[in-house]
T-cell receptor, first 109, second 114 residues
Framework: TQLLEQSPQFLSIQEGENLTVYCNSS?????LQWYRQEPGEGPVLLVT?????EVKKLKRLTFQFGDARKDSSLHITAAQPGDTGLYLC?????????FGSGTQLTVLP | NAGVTQTPKFRVLKTGQSMTLLCAQD?????MYWYRQDPGMGLRLIHY???????AKGEVPDGYNVSRLKKQNFLLGLESAAPSQTSVYFC?????????????FGQGTRLTVV
C-alpha cells in the first residue's frame, strides 16, 4: 500500500492549458519533494517543500505544501510539450524515502 | 562526475536463477535505496540503508536481499528469480539530513525473468 496517493494517475491536455496534480497522505511529513522522470531515466528533483502552507514557484510550476503537512499540490500554468513526463511526490521519515504512485502527464502540441 | 552507477543495465534471467545488482555512488552519501518500478505503480521501496553495515526493509522486500559492506556500494540480490520480479530497478542515494535531502538516481536496470 502506497503511503502517498497521487491523483490523477494519467493526464492528457493540450498545449497552453493549466493543470493541477495532487499528492495526499494520512501521515505527517517533515517535508515533501516533487520529482520528474522521463522515459529511460531516473527521477530528478524539482523542489522540496518544508513549511506547512509553503508555496514555491519554479517558472511555470507552483508547488504548495498543505497546512497540516500531509498533502501537496503541483500546478502547471500554460503547459508545454516539454512538460510531458511522470511526476512523483516523495516523503521521508527516519531515513526512509517513499514515493507516490505518480502522475503521467502528456501535453499535446 | 559519475554520481550513481548501476550495473548491469539489462538482464534476462530464467525462473529460479540468482543474480546481484550493483549500485555504486561517489558522493559519500549515507543513505542508499533500491526501488522497483512497474507500469502504473510509481517507485516502490524494496530495501534501504542509512549507513555502512545497516539495512532495513521497505514496502516490498520479499524475494530480495541486500548488503552494504562499503559506504559507496549497495547490492541487491535475487536468490531465486520469479516472473513477478520482472521490472525496472532503480538505485538512489542521498545525503543524511534533518529534512529530505535530494535523492540522486542511477539509470536503472531492466530485468526480465522468463
Amino acid at each position: 500500500t502506497q503511503l502517498l496517493e497521487q491523483s490523477p494517475q494519467f493526464l492528457s491536455i493540450q498545449e497552453g492549458e493549466n493543470l493541477t496534480v495532487y499528492c495526499n497522505s494520512s501521515s505527517v511529513f517533515s517535508s515533501l519533494q516533487w520529482y520528474r522522470q522521463e522515459p529511460g531515466e531516473g527521477p530528478v528533483l524539482l523542489v522540496t517543500v518544508v513549511t506547512g502552507g509553503e508555496v514555491k514557484k519554479l517558472k511555470r510550476l507552483t508547488f504548495q505544501f498543505g497546512d497540516a503537512r500531509k498533502d501537496s499540490s503541483l500546478h502547471i500554468t500554460a503547459a508545454q510539450p516539454g512538460d510531458t513526463g511522470l511526476y512523483l511526490c516523495a516523503g521521508g521519515r527516519e531515513g526512509q524515502l517513499t514515493f507516490g504512485s505518480g502522475t503521467q502527464l502528456t501535453v499535446l502540441p | 562526475n559519475a554520481g550513481v552507477t548501476q550495473t548491469p543495465k539489462f538482464r534476462v534471467l530464467k525462473t529460479g536463477q540468482s543474480m546481484t545488482l550493483l549500485c555504486a555512488q561517489d558522493m559519500n552519501h549515507e543513505y542508499m535505496y533500491w526501488y522497483r518500478q512497474d507500469p502504473g505503480m510509481g517507485l516502490r521501496l524494496i530495501h534501504y540503508s542509512v549507513g555502512e553495515g545497516t539495512t532495513a526493509k521497505g514496502e516490498v522486500p520479499d524475494g530480495y536481499n541486500v548488503s552494504r559492506l562499503k559506504k559507496q556500494n549497495f547490492l541487491l540480490g535475487l536468490e531465486s528469480a520469479a516472473p513477478s520480479q520482472t521490472s525496472v530497478y532503480f538505485c538512489a542515494s542521498r545525503k543524511q539530513g534533518t529534512l529530505n535531502t535530494e535523492a540522486f538516481f542511477g539509470q536503472g536496470t531492466r530485468l526480465t525473468v522468463v
